[in-house]
């Protein structure tokens, strides 16, 4: 049974940072390039950062030079440093597979719940 479970988020204030961690089960972890996303309210959900199972990295434009993305094969988890975060970075982040996880007898994308950032000004 796959299972995502992401922690870390929290209410940091502008310039702050947090570390999400993001532990995956019911998959095999080290072949799968990860993936963090974020949604805004109203807002579709979009890709921040990715990272082969190789270690390539690729950022969103807007984050990069404050996320970085990493992992842990032994403990099938992949994080997400942010620093320097902005308002506009509040979002309910997520982390997957890239292409995300299809579940069930329909193969419909699966998503934990996912670890609320909120970032006062």
């Known amino acids: 049974q796959v299972q995502l479970v992401e922690t870390g988020g929290g209410l940091v204030q502008a310039g702050g940072s947090l570390r999400l961690s993001c532990v995956a089960s019911?998959?095999?972890?080290?072949?799968?390039?990860m993936a963090w996303y974020r949604q805004a309210p109203g807002k579709q959900r979009d890709m921040v950062a990715t990272?082969?199972?190789?270690?390539?990295?690729n950022y969103a434009d807007s984050v990069k030079g404050r996320f970085t993305i990493s992992r842990d094969n032994v403990k099938n988890t992949v994080y997400l440093q942010v620093n320097k975060l902005k308002p506009e970075d509040t979002a309910l982040y997520y982390c997957?597979?890239?292409?995300?996880?299809?579940?069930?007898?329909?193969?419909?994308?699966?998503w934990g719940q996912g670890t609320q950032v909120t970032v006062s000004s």
């Open positions: 997957n597979a890239d292409p995300p996880i299809r579940t069930g007898p329909l193969r419909r994308d699966y």
């Open positions: 019911g998959i095999i972890f080290g072949t799968r390039t």
């Open positions: 990272m082969t199972s190789g270690g390539s990295t």
